[in-house]
Protein backbone atom coordinates (compact mmCIF):
# COMPACT_ATOMS: atom_id res chain seq x y z
CA UNK A 1 0.00 0.00 0.00
CA UNK A 2 2.90 2.48 0.77
CA UNK A 3 4.31 1.93 -2.33
CA UNK A 4 0.81 2.71 -4.41
CA UNK A 5 0.26 5.76 -2.38
CA UNK A 6 3.23 6.89 -3.22
CA UNK A 7 2.80 6.28 -7.12
CA UNK A 8 -0.47 7.86 -6.63
CA UNK A 9 1.53 10.98 -4.98
CA UNK A 10 3.62 11.21 -8.21
CA UNK A 11 1.08 10.84 -10.53
CA UNK A 12 -1.14 13.81 -8.53
CA UNK A 13 1.83 16.57 -8.03
CA UNK A 14 2.65 15.53 -12.20
CA UNK A 15 -0.58 16.30 -13.18
CA UNK A 16 -1.23 19.73 -11.28
CA UNK A 17 2.79 20.52 -12.77
CA UNK A 18 1.16 19.89 -15.92
CA UNK A 19 -2.03 22.14 -15.15
CA UNK A 20 0.37 24.75 -13.77
CA UNK A 21 2.57 24.83 -16.89
CA UNK A 22 -0.55 24.87 -19.33
CA UNK A 23 -1.83 28.09 -17.13
CA UNK A 24 1.11 29.89 -17.41
CA UNK A 25 1.41 29.13 -21.53
CA UNK A 26 -1.93 30.52 -21.73
CA UNK A 27 -0.79 33.53 -19.96
CA UNK A 28 2.50 34.18 -22.14
CA UNK A 29 0.00 33.62 -25.64
CA UNK A 30 -2.35 36.29 -24.62
CA UNK A 31 0.90 38.59 -23.32
CA UNK A 32 2.85 37.81 -26.28
CA UNK A 33 0.08 39.51 -28.56
CA UNK A 34 1.46 42.67 -27.62
CA UNK A 35 4.54 41.88 -29.37
CA UNK A 36 7.30 39.07 -29.26
CA UNK A 37 10.07 41.29 -27.43
CA UNK A 38 9.68 41.03 -23.46
CA UNK A 39 11.79 44.11 -23.61
CA UNK A 40 8.92 45.94 -24.86
CA UNK A 41 6.28 43.89 -23.30
CA UNK A 42 5.96 44.22 -19.82
CA UNK A 43 3.07 42.15 -19.51
CA UNK A 44 5.32 39.04 -21.66
CA UNK A 45 8.35 39.65 -19.43
CA UNK A 46 6.13 39.50 -16.12
CA UNK A 47 4.53 36.19 -17.64
CA UNK A 48 8.19 34.93 -18.25
CA UNK A 49 9.38 35.82 -14.79
CA UNK A 50 6.37 33.46 -13.91
CA UNK A 51 7.46 30.38 -15.85
CA UNK A 52 10.77 30.93 -15.00
CA UNK A 53 10.01 30.60 -11.40
CA UNK A 54 7.83 27.45 -11.66
CA UNK A 55 10.40 26.11 -13.67
CA UNK A 56 8.78 25.92 -17.16
CA UNK A 57 11.63 24.50 -19.70
CA UNK A 58 12.98 26.70 -21.62
CA UNK A 59 11.51 25.72 -25.28
CA UNK A 60 8.35 25.35 -23.76
CA UNK A 61 8.60 29.23 -23.06
CA UNK A 62 9.75 30.28 -26.45
CA UNK A 63 7.00 28.17 -28.10
CA UNK A 64 4.33 29.74 -26.04
CA UNK A 65 5.77 32.95 -26.96
CA UNK A 66 5.73 32.05 -30.83
CA UNK A 67 2.14 31.09 -30.79
CA UNK A 68 0.87 34.28 -29.33
CA UNK A 69 2.49 36.63 -31.53
CA UNK A 70 1.44 34.67 -34.19
CA UNK A 71 4.77 33.35 -35.46
CA UNK A 72 3.71 29.44 -35.78
CA UNK A 73 0.59 28.53 -38.10
CA UNK A 74 -1.43 27.48 -35.43
CA UNK A 75 -4.86 29.39 -34.86
CA UNK A 76 -5.88 29.46 -31.57
CA UNK A 77 -6.19 32.65 -29.79
CA UNK A 78 -7.30 33.51 -26.23
CA UNK A 79 -9.11 35.64 -24.85
CA UNK A 80 -9.72 36.89 -21.11
CA UNK A 81 -13.04 36.37 -19.15
CA UNK A 82 -13.72 36.91 -15.59
CA UNK A 83 -16.80 35.82 -13.41
CA UNK A 84 -17.67 37.08 -10.39
CA UNK A 85 -20.11 35.13 -7.56
CA UNK A 86 -20.05 33.30 -4.58
CA UNK A 87 -18.79 30.21 -2.97
CA UNK A 88 -20.61 28.68 -0.03
CA UNK A 89 -21.23 30.65 3.33
CA UNK A 90 -21.17 33.63 1.21
CA UNK A 91 -17.64 34.01 0.34
CA UNK A 92 -17.42 36.45 -2.53
CA UNK A 93 -15.18 35.08 -5.19
CA UNK A 94 -13.45 36.39 -8.52
CA UNK A 95 -12.66 33.78 -10.71
CA UNK A 96 -10.16 34.82 -13.96
CA UNK A 97 -10.44 32.53 -16.86
CA UNK A 98 -8.45 32.23 -20.47
CA UNK A 99 -10.40 30.55 -22.90
CA UNK A 100 -10.33 29.88 -26.70
CA UNK A 101 -14.15 28.57 -26.22
CA UNK A 102 -16.07 31.32 -23.99
CA UNK A 103 -19.44 29.05 -24.79
CA UNK A 104 -17.70 25.73 -23.27
CA UNK A 105 -15.91 28.32 -20.26
CA UNK A 106 -19.36 29.86 -19.01
CA UNK A 107 -21.39 26.53 -19.15
CA UNK A 108 -18.22 24.74 -17.01
CA UNK A 109 -18.37 27.79 -14.62
CA UNK A 110 -22.05 27.74 -14.18
CA UNK A 111 -21.31 23.83 -13.36
CA UNK A 112 -18.87 25.16 -10.91
CA UNK A 113 -20.82 27.35 -9.33
CA UNK A 114 -23.69 24.70 -8.51
CA UNK A 115 -22.94 25.14 -4.80
CA UNK A 116 -22.38 28.52 -4.52
CA UNK A 117 -23.67 31.28 -6.50
CA UNK A 118 -23.14 32.59 -10.22
CA UNK A 119 -23.33 36.82 -10.11
CA UNK A 120 -23.12 39.00 -12.78
CA UNK A 121 -20.15 41.52 -13.06
CA UNK A 122 -19.51 43.56 -10.40
CA UNK A 123 -21.27 41.77 -7.82
CA UNK A 124 -18.17 41.20 -5.80
CA UNK A 125 -15.58 43.20 -7.26
CA UNK A 126 -16.39 46.21 -5.15
CA UNK A 127 -15.74 44.38 -2.21
CA UNK A 128 -11.58 43.69 -3.55
CA UNK A 129 -8.50 45.75 -4.48
CA UNK A 130 -7.08 45.40 -8.18
CA UNK A 131 -3.55 46.13 -7.05
CA UNK A 132 0.18 44.97 -7.85
CA UNK A 133 1.79 42.59 -5.33
CA UNK A 134 5.65 42.38 -5.92
CA UNK A 135 7.58 39.88 -3.07
CA UNK A 136 11.20 40.97 -3.11
CA UNK A 137 14.01 39.77 -1.05
CA UNK A 138 17.08 42.23 0.07
CA UNK A 139 20.21 41.51 -1.40
CA UNK A 140 22.15 43.71 1.21
CA UNK A 141 21.52 43.99 4.72
CA UNK A 142 21.40 47.51 5.09
CA UNK A 143 18.76 47.25 1.91
CA UNK A 144 15.42 49.68 3.34
CA UNK A 145 11.95 48.62 2.15
CA UNK A 146 10.63 51.95 3.20
CA UNK A 147 12.78 53.88 1.21
CA UNK A 148 12.55 51.40 -1.45
CA UNK A 149 8.94 51.53 -1.54
CA UNK A 150 9.22 54.98 -2.20
CA UNK A 151 11.80 55.56 -4.47
CA UNK A 152 10.51 52.80 -6.62
CA UNK A 153 7.00 54.35 -6.58
CA UNK A 154 5.18 51.36 -4.43
CA UNK A 155 2.14 52.66 -2.90
CA UNK A 156 2.05 50.54 0.17
CA UNK A 157 4.69 47.51 1.66
CA UNK A 158 4.09 45.22 3.94
CA UNK A 159 6.27 41.91 5.74
CA UNK A 160 6.28 38.80 3.69
CA UNK A 161 7.79 35.11 4.83
CA UNK A 162 11.58 34.69 5.53
CA UNK A 163 12.19 38.18 5.74
CA UNK A 164 10.96 38.80 2.19
CA UNK A 165 8.92 42.34 1.70
CA UNK A 166 5.55 42.56 -0.01
CA UNK A 167 5.81 45.69 -2.42
CA UNK A 168 2.05 46.95 -3.26
CA UNK A 169 1.45 49.21 -6.44
CA UNK A 170 -0.98 50.54 -8.82
CA UNK A 171 -2.01 47.74 -11.37
CA UNK A 172 -0.37 50.27 -13.93
CA UNK A 173 2.55 50.43 -12.15
CA UNK A 174 3.47 46.68 -11.43
CA UNK A 175 6.55 46.54 -14.20
CA UNK A 176 7.91 50.21 -13.46
CA UNK A 177 7.95 49.41 -9.68
CA UNK A 178 9.81 45.69 -10.53
CA UNK A 179 12.35 47.43 -12.85
CA UNK A 180 13.30 49.61 -10.24
CA UNK A 181 13.55 47.42 -6.82
CA UNK A 182 17.02 46.25 -7.66
CA UNK A 183 18.32 49.70 -7.52
CA UNK A 184 17.41 49.92 -4.29
CA UNK A 185 19.08 46.60 -2.89
CA UNK A 186 15.89 44.05 -3.63
CA UNK A 187 15.81 41.35 -5.76
CA UNK A 188 12.23 40.26 -7.08
CA UNK A 189 10.99 37.15 -6.44
CA UNK A 190 7.61 37.23 -8.09
CA UNK A 191 5.00 40.08 -9.38
CA UNK A 192 1.74 39.80 -9.88
CA UNK A 193 -1.74 41.32 -10.47
CA UNK A 194 -3.96 40.30 -7.53
CA UNK A 195 -7.60 41.36 -6.23
CA UNK A 196 -7.47 41.26 -2.43
CA UNK A 197 -10.99 41.44 -0.21
CA UNK A 198 -11.35 44.74 2.06
CA UNK A 199 -13.67 42.14 4.02
CA UNK A 200 -12.50 38.84 4.40
CA UNK A 201 -15.31 36.28 5.60
CA UNK A 202 -13.92 34.21 8.96
CA UNK A 203 -15.63 31.04 8.99
CA UNK A 204 -15.55 27.79 11.16
CA UNK A 205 -13.11 25.32 10.57
CA UNK A 206 -16.10 22.87 8.52
CA UNK A 207 -17.47 25.83 6.74
CA UNK A 208 -13.85 26.78 5.59
CA UNK A 209 -13.20 23.54 4.47
CA UNK A 210 -16.21 23.57 2.49
CA UNK A 211 -14.92 26.52 0.42
CA UNK A 212 -11.60 25.10 0.46
CA UNK A 213 -12.99 22.13 -1.54
CA UNK A 214 -15.12 25.24 -3.96
CA UNK A 215 -12.28 26.90 -4.98
CA UNK A 216 -9.57 23.88 -5.38
CA UNK A 217 -12.72 22.17 -8.03
CA UNK A 218 -12.71 25.91 -10.14
CA UNK A 219 -8.91 26.05 -9.82
CA UNK A 220 -8.62 22.43 -11.40
CA UNK A 221 -10.82 23.58 -14.34
CA UNK A 222 -8.46 23.98 -17.71
CA UNK A 223 -9.75 27.46 -18.33
CA UNK A 224 -9.52 28.90 -14.78
CA UNK A 225 -6.27 31.35 -14.73
CA UNK A 226 -6.75 32.20 -11.14
CA UNK A 227 -8.75 32.25 -8.24
CA UNK A 228 -9.61 35.13 -5.57
CA UNK A 229 -11.11 34.83 -2.73
CA UNK A 230 -11.99 36.81 0.16
CA UNK A 231 -11.96 34.36 2.87
CA UNK A 232 -9.79 35.47 5.87
CA UNK A 233 -6.49 34.13 7.04
Known amino acids: MGAQWKAKGREAAANAKGLRFTKL ?4 MVAARGGADPEMNPRLRLAIEQAKKASMPRDTVERAIKKGAGLLDEGVTYEKVTYEGFAPHRVPVIVECLTDNVNRTISSVRGL ?113 NVFAGLAG
Open 113 to 225: FRKGQLGSAGSVSWDFDHLGVIEAMPQAANADPELAAIEAGARDLEPGENGSTHFLTEITDLDAVSRALPNFGFVVQSAELVYRPKNPVTLSEADRADVEAFLEAIDEDDDVQ
Open 25 to 28: AKEI
